[in-house]
């Protein structure tokens, strides 16, 4: 099976030191990994550095296909209403997916459409992340902490999609601190470790 995502001996830097050990993963269709690790040791540095937003210090990341990345934070314009940064997302990603209102009720945002980005709840931002993945399909996705700030509602939304995309054909890395994905499908582990591997 052809790999989505491939990083040999990488690792990333901060003023001359690096931030975590050097990784070497593979990603492939079906394919689902997690990210694990205490807070500071480099997971959205790492998944930021695979996305292609960050150049590796040390090594490589050769991306086969265009991934899409959800960062921790919002990445919406807050005057723009919830439809409208959809649309914006759809045009400037391409790709042939839900369109924006079916995308927001996927996402439990339905009748939100019009209301401005900046005036949602923390969990409806993250949801609205979400629907992004929906309208602008891409078969990798990079998801950095998907459940935080969400009810458990919306933690069961997120196993849900990650279930159906994996079951498409898609693959996932994702990191995570305290919830973790209840999934059927079995999960790689990456334990991200200092450089020289002490704990």
């Not at 960062?71 to 940064?85: I, M, Q, T, V, Y």
Request: hydrophobic residues 45%; neutral net charge.
């Amino acid at each position: 099976m052809s790999p989505m995502l491939e990083t040999r001996q990488a690792s990333f830097a901060r003023s001359g030191e690096s931030v975590f050990a050097p990784v070497d993963l593979t990603l492939a269709a079906g394919e689902a990994l997690i990210v694990l690790g205490p807070n500071g040791c480099g997971k959205t540095t790492l998944l930021r550095m695979l996305a292609g937003i960050l150049r590796p210090w040390e090594g490589e990341v050769v991306r086969h296909c265009q991934p899409a990345f959800l960062g921790h934070l919002p990445a919406f314009k807050g005057d723009l209403s919830c439809r409208e940064n959809l649309a914006f997302q759809r045009r400037f990603h391409g790709g042939e997916g839900l369109d924006e209102n079916r995308a927001l009720a996927r996402v439990g945002l339905a009748g939100l459409g019009l209301r401005p980005a900046r005036t949602l709840s923390a969990g409806q931002k993250r949801r609205l992340g979400l629907a992004g993945l929906l309208v602008a399909p891409r078969s990798l996705w990079l998801l950095d902490e998907p459940y935080a700030s969400l009810d458990d509602a919306g933690c069961e939304l997120v196993d849900q999609l990650l279930t159906e995309h994996l079951a498409g054909g898609g693959a996932v890395a994702l990191s995570a601190h305290q919830r973790k994905p209840m999934i059927e499908i079995d999960l790689a582990r990456l334990e991200l470790t200092p450089p020289g591997g002490a704990a």
